[in-house]
Nanobody, 124 residues
């Protein structure tokens, strides 16, 4: 069992930045892809970004491309999501998930370990 914990959320003004962290409890998770998803009130969960096991492959939703950046530190079993130029539409609970494989995808079903989420609220 892998425990996943997100941190770094908060309340910010539009245009500000936040850095989310995702820590996994087991070193084996460093060999798996990791994804970030988000769910806004009244909306379905949506894909935000993902990164492969070695960081060599990354993917972003169109809504966050050029504003968000994903990275990982395998030595600390941690994945980061740097969020810049935040907008009110980015307000959501952000979830981190560990993939079943070394590579990540946009499909939530490909992930078998999920965190509890961290709230990001962007005020305009």
């Amino acid at each position: 069992q892998v425990q996943v914990e997100e941190s770094g959320g908060g309340l910010v003004l539009a245009g500000a930045s936040l850095r989310l962290s995702c820590a996994a409890s087991k070193r084996t998770a460093s060999n798996n892809g990791v994804g970030w998803f988000r769910q806004a009130p009244g909306k379905e969960r949506e894909f935000v970004s993902s990164i492969s096991w070695n960081g060599g492959s990354t993917d972003y939703a169109d809504a966050v491309k050029d504003r968000f950046s994903i990275s990982r530190d395998r030595t600390r079993n941690t994945v980061f999501l740097q969020m810049n130029s935040l907008k009110a539409d980015d307000t959501a609970v952000y979830y981190c998930a560990v993939s079943r494989s070394a590579y990540a995808s946009r499909r939530a079903g490909e992930y078998n370990y999920w965190g509890q989420g961290t709230q990001v609220t962007v005020s305009s």
